[in-house]
């Protein structure tokens, strides 16, 4: 869906390192009797509350010295006045110790970061929650200055001590849960909005996701991206136009109650159910992945965002349960990104922007569409992007036909696909064949038909279907079966030569079988005297462009000459080069990329 190029998400999904910069230019570590941290938040006369609380709760030791680096951010006192009154306290001593004790450790973490080496992303501080041993994570922003959680600031950086660094914040990081992290993280922000549309009254779902209630929760969180992909395949612009409850439905598939299910505890085939009911199951075989009820994997890009109710993984995809698939109306775009075994059709529209014309409600399309393997085989080991634009639209379209023709209302003939002509209005011509399966201008067969769209229908095809040639027709419809045998058996290699572009364009007037049944077929080189008789090189004239007395010279030298209107059921009569009148012009305008075909019910003679 546009869907493995979006794995590449953002910086802020990029874990922070909390080693120390060894840059030249850098600060280094104190020499031996500079304050330790301890020593700093002593003497800080705007960290008393946070050393009181270091003292109650015995922290004290790990920031008076030694070996190793920390880096602490560090709380104002009017930092945890707020944070004492927004929690009901009136004191630090009716803070819980235990909950204190963890509240401070949230603020800690593992290795000396200064400020300058701090990048958007997360890091562990040593604090733990409640849902699990695991410690918490922090997602620090550098956006805009550097905040914590998105609740904390630093207001002064780089306060060194001998065994680490202190940064100065303006709020206490309080213990994180999902909703915090959710609201924190900019790459969240639509799952934010998602959760507040799908809130009711009786069902809050930033609360439930913040509270404790039926916690631990393991949630598997979309980007933006994500659901950027989602509003496409349902060919809406915004949340807006989605139905609450269809969000509901949505949001609660991507939680797994009562369970902190970290990376570690995924494998191969597990299997959970949801919050709404329906399974999940994970896929390690090819990177980690989710399975839902569709039939594209969403890719778990960061795992293990621990928090003090729960673990979120951002995941690059929208799960859509069954309950959903049955209710939502897809666009052809969308259906093509639900599809798995289409994502290389999915690039192609994307790299040519036809994705926005097959989202659109307000057209209907038939699309034959090629699976990843048909496009392997059509690029060939080339990349998409190493073919012209233009080109690869141009090829698209010629998968497409308008209206909507599901498999019974197709029928042996041709029909008009959207890629055209040249430079001109004119659209290709597109022959399927319903004499085995069904088969499109003989290069490509319907393996899965009467995939219904909103705005359409799809058809899954084994092949992509070339820009056809003049010769592309000639063996594709059975009609001239016997005009391509000859073409193949004739002493000049009319194969390759109406194949390419050189003489080009081609107008050929094409004999049906049964006009080669009324003759005997000459030897070569007659033939190909024949064969050159039945083509005008460097013309494409189409049947709006013949007129009555029209005399146009062939490939092989002698005239045929156009009589308007045709006898009888003949669209236009012919006379060929050895003067024999009546033939009759059948069909016409069935348009290749090289040239144009006209069908004729008798083969045309030379001069002698």
């Known amino acids: 869906m546009k869907f493995l190029s979006k794995l590449l998400l953002l910086a802020i999904f990029v874990t922070a390192s909390v080693s120390c910069s060894d840059d030249d230019d850098a600060p280094v570590t104190p020499p031996s009797g500079d304050p330790t941290i301890a020593d700093l938040v002593t003497e800080n006369d705007q960290f008393s509350s946070l050393l009181a609380a270091l003292e109650r709760t015995n922290l004290v030791t790990p920031f008076v010295g030694g070996s190793g680096n920390l880096t602490v951010f560090a709380p104002t006192n009017n930092a945890f006045n707020a944070f004492l009154q927004d929690n009901g306290f009136s004191s630090l001593e009716e803070v819980p110790e235990d909950l204190l004790s963890e509240v401070l450790l949230n603020h800690v973490v593992n290795g000396r970061i200064l ?25 620090i922003n550098t956006e805009n200055g550097v905040t914590v959680n998105g609740v904390s600031s630093v207001t002064t950086p780089d306060i060194v001590a001998t065994n680490g660094v202190v940064h100065e914040v303006d709020a206490v990081i309080g213990l994180p849960s999902v909703v915090t992290q959710a609201l924190a993280n900019p790459e969240f922000s639509t799952l934010v909005a998602a959760l507040q549309r799908a809130s009711t009254e009786t069902t809050n779902y930033v609360d439930i996701l913040s509270g404790s209630a039926s916690s631990p929760f393991t949630v598997f969180a979309p980007t933006n991206a994500a659901f950027e992909d989602l509003l496409a395949a349902l060919g809406v612009q915004s949340l807006e136009e989605v139905a609450p409850e269809t969000l509901a439905t949505v949001l609660e598939y991507h939680v797994i109650a009562e369970s902190n299910v970290r990376s570690g505890d995924l494998s191969t085939g ?66 093509a990104m639900m599809n798995d075994d289409l994502s290389s059709l999915v690039a192609a529209l994307e790299y040519t922007g036809l994705n926005e014309a097959l989202a659109d409600r307000a057209e209907e399309y038939t699309v034959f569409a090629p699976t990843n393997a ?90 992509v279907i070339t820009l056809p040639t003049v010769v592309t027709f000639a063996t594709a419809d059975p009609n001239f079966s016997a005009l391509a045998g000859a073409l193949q058996a004739a002493d000049t290699d009319f194969v390759n030569v109406l194949s390419g572009t050189a003489n080009s364009p081609f107008t050929v007037f094409a004999p049906v079988n049964s006009a080669f049944d009324a003759i005997t077929v000459p030897g070569e080189p007659a033939l190909s005297a024949v064969l050159s008789h039945h083509v005008i090189a460097e013309s494409n ?28 059921e003949n669209i236009a009569d012919l006379t060929d080069g050895a003067g024999n009148t009546g033939i009759g012009v059948i069909a016409v305008d069935v348009q290749a990329t090289n040239g144009v075909i006209h069908a004729i019910n008798t083969v045309l003679l030379p001069a002698e």
Do not use: C, M, W
């Open 115 to 139: 400020a300058a080496d701090l990048s958007t992303g997360y890091v562990n501080s040593l604090g733990k929650g409640g849902a699990s041993e695991a410690e918490l994570s922090l997602f």
């Open 374 to 463: 048909a496009f392997a085989t059509f690029l060939d080991g080339a990349a998409l992007e190493d073919l012209p634009v233009e080109v690869v639209t141009q090829v698209l379209l010629n998968h497409v036909l308008t209206g909507t023709a599901l498999s019974t209302d197709l029928s042996t003939s041709y029909t008009n696909s959207l890629a055209t002509y040249g430079d001109t209005d004119d659209n290709l011509s597109f022959y399927i064949n319903l004499d085995d399966g069904v088969r499109l201008n003989g290069v490509s067969s319907v393996t899965v038909a009467d995939n219904e769209a909103a705005n359409g229908v799809v058809h899954i095809v084994d092949a």
């Open 541 to 568: 004239i189409r049947s709006g462009d013949l007129t009555d007395g029209a005399i146009v010279e062939s490939f092989e030298g002698s005239d045929i000459t156009v009589t308007l209107p045709g006898t009888g």
């Open 270 to 335: 597990l299997s959970a159910i949801t919050l709404q009911g329906e399974d999940l199951v994970f896929d390690l075989s090819d990177g980690a992945q989710i399975s839902d009820a569709s039939t594209v994997n969403a890719n778990i890009a960061v795992v293990d965002v621990q928090t003090n109710n729960g673990v979120v993984h951002a995941i690059d995809k929208v799960l859509l349960p069954n309950e959903i698939l049955d209710a939502i109306d897809p666009t052809i775009a969308g259906l």
